[in-house]
């Protein structure tokens, strides 16, 4: 006679079935080749783009630095439309000189008062005797102007924007062999240009 197991027994062993796990993965140990592989491309996009901003600011032409004596005849040249008003014109003139004289011969002319700048220019060998006695008159007469009240006529401050201007000429660096040519061939390709059709024929 056969005896049914009892409705417990069936229960227990129905939940003791559990569901399969999914796999487990095991490292191979190579995964470090992957992460080499990133580190070395995005090194690599790095550099590509490094050497593209390099070549492109290589390629951008620089600005050659304007000379002191250009800027300060540039200055002395704008300094002719407050010519109606004596003392912003000094004012312009007199510290584009003392600017100019400090960048070309390294002078510290705008932080001194005019005393202690000629008492300075005495031992310079930078200028000639006449240039400096002209320099001194000059700023003297500008400090009439800047402090004393002194309001000179239009003749008087067009001669002592000359002077200012003659300065600069005369201390002015010579021009290198390679300006004078570019400077020639310059003046060569105008007077090309100017010349009539009929002289070419």
């Keep these: 006679m056969t005896t049914n197991p009892p409705t417990t027994t069936l229960v227990s062993t129905a939940t003791d079935i559990r569901d399969i796990k999914p796999p487990v993965a095991i490292p191979s140990g190579w995964e470090w080749l992957g992460w080499l592989a990133a580190a070395l491309a995005a090194l690599a996009v790095m550099l590509l783009a490094w050497s593209w901003w390099q070549r492109k600011r290589m390629q951008v032409a620089a600005v050659p630095p304007v000379p002191a004596h250009v800027r300060a005849k540039q200055k002395l040249a704008a300094a002719l439309a407050l010519i109606a008003q004596p003392k912003p014109f000094c004012i312009l003139v007199s510290d584009t000189i003392r600017l100019y004289l400090e960048e070309r011969f390294n002078f510290h002319a705008p932080e001194r ?26 700023l003297e007469c500008c400090d009439l102007v800047k402090f004393a009240k002194f309001e000179p006529g239009e003749r008087e401050l067009r001669e002592l924007h000359g002077s200012a201007l003659r300065l600069v000429e005369e201390t002015e660096p010579a021009m290198e062999p390679a300006d004078v040519n570019s400077r020639n061939r310059a003046m060569a390709g105008d007077s090309a240009l100017r010349t009539p059709q009929s002289a070419l024929k």
């Design 113 to 138: 008062t005019t005393e202690e700048f000629l008492h300075e220019l005495k031992s310079t060998p930078l200028l000639v005797s006449e240039q400096k006695e002209k320099l001194g008159d000059f």
